[in-house]
């Protein structure tokens, strides 16, 4: 069995002290350097490697403070607290002498308390009822993922018509179909096309400049979710004067919140 | 004219190459150690002083790894990467040989672009038309904000009767009125009770782990708010194992959606 794209991705080798060098990957290229999806999930690797982490991911932000090159990186996790069951992790990804990812993370020993959900799943038809992608993805990173739409699909032209609003529900989850972790989650969570261009059906240049994914589930509730697909739902809250911002939420396909995720994305005019 | 509460409490005396001296506020105390709004607020306003920012806040993330102890603390700011219009930070809060705080922040040159709001501003009471607070908070921090309640109120008793949803709307403002600012504005996305108060009416202990602000608004936005008051909304989406999320926005008189703001918090049981 070969290596999943994804996984093949994310792969880090040690360095010694919590120093890990990566590379970019062209399976998940985009217009300009790699997918930040990817390069978001290989800082969250660096921690998920590291051999003091303590716990599970709860909570991560990550800056991406330029395009990355396509090549090798070097990414420094390192635990700057660690308490009784819980852990903080700052994140830095360099190429040269230059950073150009930062990050931090709390992970924690999650138990079993009352819990309770407050977001309604949509009420929305199943994947298998949605047409399939067509592999012509518009950039390569599209075509590793398995992207169903239900609404606020992508903008069929170019002509400035855009929505009313910039809400889009899909399914969506790896291509070919890989087993949910924290890492793939976080990729996931970036997925979504820029909510500026629902809006306005115009190409206008963008670039996330930080976003951050809560995790609402540990690693057994990620493993139970499988290969299924993950219901993702996504909008802008306001767009103003260069940047604007994405509130995201994933279900999994038995109505579990497995995250929710939220980015501010720089936009040109 | 004194220093206003606030401004006492952020202060921050230089120690060289953006490393800041401050102290907590016993004006802002909590129940354990102090209100981590301010304690947010103190760490953006080390970038905020700092000589070589560039820009205004775009995104700012702050991690709470400990409860602070009273006294003083030393924060470090520093700018990792410097581009043409947008500056990324990262801040370590320090107390004795321990990180206590970390966080990053996204500062940007703004320009006018197309935008547009998305997210409709509620209809509801203006604040004089709401009941004043009586000065008789829990904590000490909470005689430092005037808070008039729409909805979604405090508790009336540790009954167990908790609410069917955790929304909160209120108005609020500093106490007294202060011209509003990028700290400031910090300071009062962090106001809002815990939303598990609200939906179980049990006084569980919590604590934000990490908390996330998206500013909306320029410097001069800011300033034409003045000292009015903003309108808050705060609502969680899952309470899951021991951590509960809460997305929250805040709206000027005007309607304005000032900033978006999110945080994710640890609950014992």
Sequence with gaps: MSLHAFDAAIALTAQGDGLWQGHTSPAYANMIGPFGGVTAAQALNAVMQHPRRLGDPVAFTVNFAAALSDGPFLAQARPVRTNRS???????????????????????????????????????????????????????????????????????????????????????????????DFTSLTALADVFFPRIWRRRATPVPIGTVSMT??????????????????????????????????????????GELLATSHQVVYYKE
């Design 86 to 180: 819980t852990q903080h992790w700052s994140v830095e990804i360099r190429q040269g002498d230059h950073a150009v990812v930062t990050a931090t993370a709390v992970t924690a020993v999650r138990r079993e308390t009352w819990s309770a959900g407050e977001l309604p799943v949509p009420q929305v038809p199943r994947p298998n009822d949605l047409p399939a992608p067509d592999g012509t993805g518009r950039v390569e990173w599209i075509n590793r993922y398995d992207m169903r739409f239900i609404d606020g699909a992508f903008p069929p032209a170019w002509d400035g018509a855009g929505a009313s609003d910039s809400r889009t529900r899909l399914w969506l989850r790896d291509n070919p179909a890989r087993p949910l």
């Design 213 to 254: 994914v809560y995790f609402h589930a540990g690693a057994a509730q990620l493993q139970a979710s499988g290969t299924g697909y993950l219901l993702g739902q996504a909008q802008a809250q306001a767009f103003r004067n260069g940047y604007f911002d994405q509130a995201a939420q994933l279900w999994n396909e038995a």
